[in-house]
């Protein structure tokens, strides 16, 4: 149990900020009534981890199932890898109150290598 600890934890430990390094750039982009309010790209454990919050614009209604698509995109204009989230209820935009955030993430195996763009489109689910 203790090895297992401190394997995970050395993990944890070693996350870098990969847009903060200036390893890649990511573009946010919508459409519909929900958002990406704040998106980040990490490295974990030799993984791509792509932490999303989404929110919605509207203070009205039932929740929406939105979804994230996220595409790696080489130097070279290159698509290295796509990925989905699975359906996100997102409630309607309360004011001053943190619940109307909705987060998650999306993992892929690889690193990007270095100046790749990773592209996040948030959007209504279609199921």
Not at 16 to 39: F, M, N, P
Request: proline fraction near 4%; charge should be positive; aromatic fraction near 6%.
């Amino acid at each position: 149990m203790v090895a297992l600890t401190v394997i995970t934890a050395g993990c944890v430990s070693n996350r870098e900020d990969l847009v903060k390094s200036g390893h890649v750039t990511l573009q946010k982009h919508r459409t519909g009534k929900v958002y990406i309010a704040w998106c980040d790209a990490y490295e974990d454990c030799n993984e791509l981890l792509i932490t999303v919050v989404l929110r919605r614009h509207d203070t009205v209604g039932l929740p929406i199932k939105a979804q994230v698509d996220v595409t790696v995109i080489s130097p070279d204009g290159k698509i290295i890898n796509e990925g989905r989230s699975s359906g996100i209820y997102v409630p309607r935009r309360m004011v001053g109150r943190y619940q109307s955030f909705k987060r998650f993430n999306v993992r892929f195996s690889d690193v990007p290598p270095r100046r790749s763009s990773i592209r996040a489109v948030a959007k209504i689910a279609t199921n």
